[in-house]
């Protein structure tokens, strides 16, 4: 699935995997993955900052989704000038984003020539 906007910012996903990881997550996570990608589309990406987006490490940035079962995550790379591909989206237990959710998104990016 593509998220397109009339402001020229895409979202998108990197993989099916990737978005059968968002589509499996309660309503009240995809709910606010919906309303950031609607912040993004409508104000630009470099306007997002925290409490929102958070920058992870090198090209890995995550979207910061909370719900009625606590909190997740979906990470994310621009790929090029008004292009976000989400590589890897999971719920988060532990307070630091766990390395294998680094190791998965950043093989995504190889794997769609994204690194």
């Known amino acids: 699935?593509?998220?397109?906007?009339?402001?020229?910012?895409?979202?998108?996903?990197?993989?099916?995997?990737?978005?059968?990881?968002?589509?499996?997550?309660?309503?009240?996570?995809?709910?606010?993955?919906?309303?950031?990608?609607?912040?993004?589309?409508?104000f630009g990406l470099p306007e997002i900052r925290e409490p929102h987006v958070k920058h992870l490490s090198g090209k890995l940035w995550e979207m910061?989704?909370?719900?009625?079962?606590?909190?997740?995550?979906?990470?994310?790379?621009?790929?090029?000038?008004?292009?976000?591909?989400?590589l890897h989206c999971f719920q988060k237990k532990t307070q630091k984003t766990p390395d294998d959710a680094l190791i998965i998104a950043l093989k995504r990016a190889k794997e769609a020539g994204l690194l």
């Open 64 to 86: 910061r989704l909370r719900g009625r079962d606590g909190i997740a995550r979906a990470i994310y790379l621009a790929a090029h000038t008004k292009r976000v591909v989400v």
């Open 1 to 42: 699935m593509v998220y397109n906007s009339l402001s020229g910012w895409i979202v998108e996903f990197s993989s099916r995997r990737a978005e059968k990881e968002l589509e499996a997550m309660t309503v009240d996570f995809r709910a606010d993955f919906a309303r950031l990608v609607d912040m993004i589309q409508m």
